[in-house]
T-cell receptor, first 113, second 113 residues
Framework: SQQGEEDPQALSIQEGENATMNCSYK?????LQWYRQNSGRGLVHLIL?????REKHSGRLRVTLDTSKKSSSLLITASRAADTASYFC?????????????FGKGTLLTVNP | DSGVTQTPKHLITATGQRVTLRCSPR?????VYWYQQSLDQGLQFLIQ???????AKGNILERFSAQQFPDLHSELNLSSLELGDSALYFC????????????FGSGTRLTVV
């Protein structure tokens, strides 16, 4: 079953613009992660934000987390054509010992040159 | 190369057959996770192994089974294959999922004809 739901499902922007993707989830989490997937390839881990963190940066990526609203956003600044990919949020639920990731359905980002 | 190795990359087989997918986790990672990705279901967690023991089960069919060997490589066995089993199968590993993201392999694309 899906935990995260990304919004929008698809996003098309011009190179140099910023891209914002949102994710909502349902249960209490240990952490939330964002991944990128180029068409038909493996997923690449982008960033992890813990439940007690509100914002995190990595290069051109900025992630925010609002546990009261059970939502997160991923901002990619100054986008490039190479950023074209699907982006997934995934959550690790709190409690338990297996720390399995539950993925949303993803946002397909297209950056036009 | 992500450090997680999956073989084979592509597999085409007939309905009713049995196949084995292989995964070698990143050096030092004790946890292996298997995921299935299809267009209609998205990324679905199948099963997790930790240091040779099954730790968690997800939406894994009874026709599917897995194991992790003493050298930590893992195999996913799919039997009595149906057309609907056609999908990308990923394995992933992590040194500490509470603190680090997963490293995914490049996947095995299974086509059942």
């Amino acid at each position: 079953s899906q935990q995260g739901e990304e919004d929008p499902q698809a996003l098309s922007i011009q190179e140099g613009e910023n891209a914002t993707m949102n994710c909502s989830y349902k249960t209490s989490i240990n952490n939330l992660q964002w991944y990128r997937q180029n068409s038909g390839r493996g997923l690449v881990h982008l960033i992890l934000i813990r439940s007690n963190e509100r914002e995190k940066h990595s290069g051109r990526l900025r992630v925010t987390l609002d546990t009261s609203k059970k939502s997160s956003s991923l901002l990619i600044t100054a986008s490039r054509a190479a950023d074209t990919a699907s982006y997934f949020c995934a959550t690790v639920n709190s409690g338990g010992s297996n720390y399995k990731l539950t993925f949303g359905k993803g946002t397909l980002l297209t950056v036009n040159p | 190369d992500s450090g997680v190795t999956q073989t084979p990359k592509h597999l085409i087989t007939a309905t009713g057959q049995r196949v084995t997918l292989r995964c070698s986790p990143r050096s030092g990672d004790l946890s292996v996770y298997w995921y299935q990705q299809s267009l209609d279901q998205g990324l679905q967690f199948l099963i997790q192994y930790y240091n040779g023991e099954e730790r968690a089960k997800g939406n894994i069919l009874e026709r599917f089974s897995a194991q992790q060997f003493p050298d930590l490589h893992s195999e996913l066995n799919l039997s009595s294959l149906e057309l609907g089993d056609s999908a990308l199968y990923f394995c992933a590993s992590s040194p500490s999922p509470a603190n680090y993201g997963y490293t995914f392999g490049s996947g095995t694309r299974l086509t059942v004809v």
